[in-house]
């Protein structure tokens, strides 16, 4: 009987420190997340707010946008799942870095776009980078969450990146010919805006 006792206890503070393991990798875990997922939403409708004034300057017509948005999305949906296949079977963390790391350099080379066909390439590409993404991070929390602990908080974490992405697209500017967000390029924004009123 004190055998089956201490057993009971023993479970019992292991279902204590699985809870406390849990919570601790939710609170470092899904900040990270969030943040990343803003990022990754400003930068998918960064082009439409790019666009106020990008077509004028480089003389894009409205079937050239469309079809350079178009293009990123080609890529999205055709990636995004084998990308989510990649992250379960390979690694998830060095797959997200990739994508992350694709994603950074694409996004920096499409600020040096002059002509349509540099656009259609860059968002193309950019679309392949940026494609496994969201499912890749849904699939690397299913290791670290339960699906009934990561739907709530998946949900919330979402729903408050979508708010906070659609918040900060107030806050774009222009400065020096080329296209930021104040969340990219902060100072030198705030001065801009600062100096506009």
């Known amino acids: 009987m004190d055998s089956l006792g201490s057993a009971a206890l023993t479970t019992a503070e292991l279902s204590d420190v699985g809870q406390r393991a849990r ?3 939710a609170y470092r875990l899904l900040p990270f997340v969030f943040l990343i997922y803003v990022v990754n939403y400003i ?3 960064n082009v439409s707010l790019a666009n106020l004034r990008m077509s004028a300057d480089l003389g894009f017509s409205d079937r ?5 948005v178009g293009m990123f999305y080609i890529t999205y949906v055709l990636f995004e799942i084998p990308g989510a296949v990649i992250v379960e079977r390979w690694s998830a963390r060095k797959w997200i870095a990739r994508i992350m790391i694709s994603w950074g350099i694409v996004t920096i080379l499409t600020g040096f776009v002059h002509t349509a066909t540099q ?3 860059a968002r193309f590409f950019l679309g392949a980078a940026e ?3 969201f499912p890749g991070m849904i699939v690397y929390l299913t290791h670290w969450l339960s699906a009934r602990r990561l739907a709530p908080r998946g949900a919330l974490a979402v729903t408050r990146g979508l708010a906070l992405a659609l918040y900060s ?3 774009s500017c222009r400065r020096r010919g080329d296209y930021h967000l104040l969340l990219y390029d902060g100072p030198a924004c705030a001065s801009d805006l600062a100096s506009s009123r």
């Open 119 to 121: 656009f259609y390439a």
């Open 64 to 68: 050239v946008y469309g079809l350079g």
């Open 23 to 25: 919570r601790r990798i």
């Open 43 to 45: 930068d998918r409708v």
């Open 131 to 133: 494609s496994s993404f």
């Open 169 to 171: 697209g107030g806050y």
